[in-house]
């Protein structure tokens, strides 16, 4: 713990500063003036604080100011870094092993829905804060992940003191899935909570629940231990719980049976430790120098009693000071002698400013996800930054800041899985430490707590799933300077009407980040009162646009602007955007709704602090020309530039110099038509023209290109351009682009790219070779592209003339004849084409059927070995093609679907045997898809989807799946047909989409484990009858099922009901009490109805 004469300086935040600059005694003086006439009490600290200072003054060289007024940022004559100190792991082998030999014990272990229900068991780790118990786990975890495939899913969950169910469900579900889950995809706890056992069935998956505490109120705890739980029972057996905490008794009240005490390191480990973190990789002098480090190091290692936090946290520090008289000083201090103690004497070395920001950082929950920039927004608001020049200045000494926090360990660096950024975290006794220090400054709410605000509080956070029983005490916080109001998952936003009183009594903002309800949100005009706002957040999950006030554009002081969720904001009410010349950011959400408009204002170019702008549309009125974006080459992030349509030449588009502007990572480039007016002023030789004028900077890593109508790719995207253009590009999207005939050598040009997407591109003839480092390939409808081989063209053409034959009228011709038939009567050749291949008929390239494709023009897909993700849909890819893919490239393969292909028949059994780590096939809209061999050999196939393909075949018994998670149908008497009667037992989820009539019910009877139904689109007049004996059934939706309107008996299992856009009379029978269909789920806990607007 910090002595307790150090713990009064936190009574007065602005004392605090003055203490804190350099100065001892005479700093000490100004701070009396300051409080000349207070309390006797404040006295007698201040009187405390001398002697301590005194002390100090003695033992520590004075510390200058090191950042003023923008000039070079430097700490102690070192520059920092933002890359943090190598994260080391020393004399841990020991335990590690004996961890990972109790998470392989199935000892106590239970199959799932046995009595005890319990397929995992818990390992606990415990021991006092800052001792190394999380390195512990995560080199665990690293050792685990490397014997690959024996837990997976892998989990790693961050409790914390107050932790909150729902958002440990929703990075549970991210962990499992390694998908992102919407914030608010799922509207309940219980719907979460479904669908995570619904991820985790069948699996072995390891948790890691990573600081776990114990609370006074232990029924309270325990409930709430129980329910954090709950999901997990239906995992594989051979589960395991992984726990670090500093209780003892919270590991026990989770069920842990092995626990760990974390042992001291040793005293030469120790040592080793620390030095890694003060010297490691540092050239000294002369090998007596090196001894006099060493020596004086070990010294001040033993003071730090053990601790790997205060090893790594003092050792970074001292790493800044080579000096020999420094670091002897530093060994005779007993300030040392506990962690917190040298966190604090750590924190004393930060400069002034620095200590700031950092405890600014305790307004945020532990463990809370920084991004780089928006920390640094949020410090530049609080105008925490002290330095004089442009804005670019102000962001570089900020930058400087976070640096300094960074190469001090108080920040720590994290990969988040699915992240494209770079995260970071403050440890927990630092997060302590960034609280004391700032006292009641900040205040934080989080999930269903029920706190009295300090009235004097000037930073707040709340986190709850029901922002209005606290908006009352908020409005009455007139020195509040940071409002941060988000919804725990699942929870509502405030109001407008909430909005518009907490604004008329806040007049001190400078931070608003709030969460709004409701599908029109205006904000209120009230907000442009508030003449201090810096930045302006605003969260709205359904509104797809965002009106402004009027009087926006007096709000002068405004640098942040940005709208989160959904939609864009409408700019169309402001008067004159250009008079905010504060503004540096203006952040459109990432999601547009279908045929939205982004509005814009006239004039963004006057924005000369302009430095982020994730939306620009273009337009011939005066002030939205392209040419706005020409002097903004600061702007940094996502620029997405649509309404290109209206640019008239390629000068114009050269005019935004968009190869300039060296800080922007992502790029799409739009077109928008939206008459055939549009489409005949811009013509397609033009659009070749304007693309060539919009050549992107070198850095991008995401380049996207939507709706271009020219037919080749501009000159900077070709093999002859080998500057280096795309070194680092790793996601590339071609969307709409009608007339692509050829895409550039990808596997050349974008030897980084990951993920590549090809979406409507009719006249695409060939596919270039691909990358050795793609992850990720989605081809759709792309209907002149012909992946095949000739063989498989005659098969095609053998096809058609066979079912010729079986039309009414018959028509007998050869292959040979089908040319002339198709001339002759073309309307008949037509409709044969889509009542033969469905409608992917309607746009099959005639040619082909008609021999008409050279066979030199056939392309092939030659799949890298590195992807795990393809997606085909509504092209044209053969047996034999698609073969040759798979079998050259499935190795990673772990995602495969196949849509709308109208020539697929089969995919053979020895493709089966080579995708060894499939855990996900769809075969949809298939209409010749007959056969499916060696289902079996896919050992860790998980979800399966067979629908639309009317002539698939029963499989052998010996092909059938095993054991299946989930499967999606649109016939039930499929079920039989692909899973053997292990695998029907075994079978978790049942998906039944666009079902045309109700047959074979009985077969529910074999689903013994069956948990979740889900029926969609079905023309069914009722319901199975039997549902009732699905004895395991927990979750039943019907969505869009019109003719249904009665329930049948269900089972007493059923905890969730959902009815969205089914008839409305239905729907309303099953609310009314008394009805009998509500009677028939009134037993059931959670029930939602829903219908489209």
Known sequence: MLPKNLKCCHCECDVMQVISQSGGMPTLARAKDIISGKTSELKKILNMLEKICEEGSKLLPPLSTTISNGADAKVNGITTTSSALAQVIIGRDKERDEIVRMLKETTGDCEPRSSNSKCYSVVGIYGIGGSGKTTLAQYVCDYVRMQQGYFSPIMWIHVSQSFDVQRIYKEMLEAATREAVAPHEYSNLD???????????????????????????????????????????????????????????????????????????????????????????????????????????????????????????????????????????????????????????????????????????????????????????????????????????????????????????????????????????????????????????????????????????????????????????????????????????????????????????????????????????????????????????????????????????????????????????????????????????????????????????????????????????????????????????????????????????????????????????????????????????????????????????????????????GSRYPNWMSSENRTGLFRSLQNLTLFQCHNLEALPEIGELFIHLRVLRLVVLPNLRRLPRLPDTLKSLEIRRCDTLVVAGQEDVDRVRSLFVQKASQTDPPLNISPEEIDRFAGEQPDRFDKMLSSIFGRCGSSLPPRLIRGHVRQEVYSQIMLPASVDRLIISYSYVTDTALKNCLSSGSASLASLNLRGLPFLTEIPREVMQSLAVLSDLSIEECLQFTRLRGLNHLSRLQHLSITKCPNIRALEEGDKVQALLGLAIDDIRLVPQLLSEEGCSSLWNLRIDGSQELKGEGILQQLASLTSLDLSCCSWDSLPTNLATLTSLEHLRLDYCKNIRSLPELPASLRSFELDDCNPLFVKSCQKAGDPNWQKITHVAMKRFSSSP
């Open 191 to 709: 719907t979460l909570q479904l669908k995570l056992k619904d991820e985790l069935r069948g699996k072995r998956f390891l948790l890691v629940l990573d600081d776990v505490w114990a609370e006074k109120d232990v029924a309270n705890m325990q409930h709430k231990l129980d329910q954090l739980v709950s999901p997990l029972k239906d995992g594989s057996t051979g589960s395991k719980v992984l726990v670090t905490t500093r209780f003892k008794d919270a590991a026990m009240s989770l069920g842990a049976q092995s626990l760990i005490p974390i042992p001291d390191l040793s005293e030469d480990d120790f040592f080793s430790l620390f030095m890694h973190y003060a010297l490691d990789g540092v050239s000294l002098d002369s090998q007596e120098e090196q001894e006099t480090f060493r020596s004086t190091g070990r010294k001040i290692a033993r003071k730090l009693k053990g601790s790997p936090l205060a090893a790594r946290v003092i050792g970074a520090r001292l790493r800044n000071r080579f000096n020999t008289d420094f670091w002897k000083r530093i060994s005779d201090q007993d300030m040392l002698n506990d962690t917190m103690g040298a966190l604090w004497w750590s924190y004393q070395h930060l400069d002034v400013q620095v200590r700031r920001c950092f405890a600014y950082c305790s307004l945020f929950p532990q463990r809370y996800r920084f991004k780089r920039d928006e920390l640094i927004d949020l410090w530049i608001a609080q105008g925490f930054v002290k330095a004089t020049g442009s804005v670019d200045k102000t962001g570089d000494v900020c930058q400087d800041y976070f640096d300094e926090l960074v190469s001090c360990s108080f920040l720590q660096a994290i990969n988040v899985y699915g992240s494209k950024n770079k995260w970071f975290i403050i440890h927990d006794l630092l997060h302590e430490l960034a609280v004391m220090v700032a006292g009641n400054d900040c205040f934080r709410v989080e999930g269903g707590e029920t706190k009295e605000l300090p009235p004097d509080v000037r930073h707040l956070f709340v986190r709850s799933s029901n922002q209005t029983k606290v908006t009352e005490q908020i409005c009455k916080l007139e020195n509040l300077h940071t409002l941060i109001l988000t919804t725990s998952f699942g929870g509502l936003g405030i109001t407008i009407d909430e909005l518009k009183s907490m604004t008329k009594r806040l007049k001190k903002l400078r931070v608003l980040h709030v969460d709004i309800q409701g599908y029109m949100v205006k904000i209120p005009a009230r907000i442009c009162k508030l003449k201090h706002l810096r930045f302006l957040r605003i969260h709205s999950p359904w509104s797809e646009k965002v009106h402004l006030p009027k009087k926006l554009d007096r709000m002068y002081h405004l640098q942040i602007l940005e709208l989160c969720g959904a939609g864009v904001l409408d700019f169309s009410k402001v008067l004159n955007m250009s008079h905010l010349v504060s503004l540096r950011d203006i952040r459109n959400s990432g999601f547009l709704f279908p045929n939205s408009d982004v509005p814009g204002f006239p004039g963004i170019g006057e924005l000369k602090s302009l430095r982020e702008l994730s939306d620009f549309r273009v337009r011939k009125d005066k002030g939205y020309e392209l040419q706005q974006l020409k002097g903004m080459n600061h702007l940094r992030g996502r620029l997405r530039i649509s309404g290109l349509e209206s640019v008239e030449s390629k000068d114009k588009a050269l005019e935004a110099k968009l190869s300039d502007k060296k800080h922007l990572t992502s790029l799409s480039l739009q077109w928008s038509w939206s008459s055939p007016e549009q489409q005949l002023s811009c013509s397609p030789d033009l659009q070749v023209e304007i693309l060539e004028g919009l050549c992107p900077p070198p850095q991008l890593t995401e380049l996207e290109i939507s709706q271009y109508g």
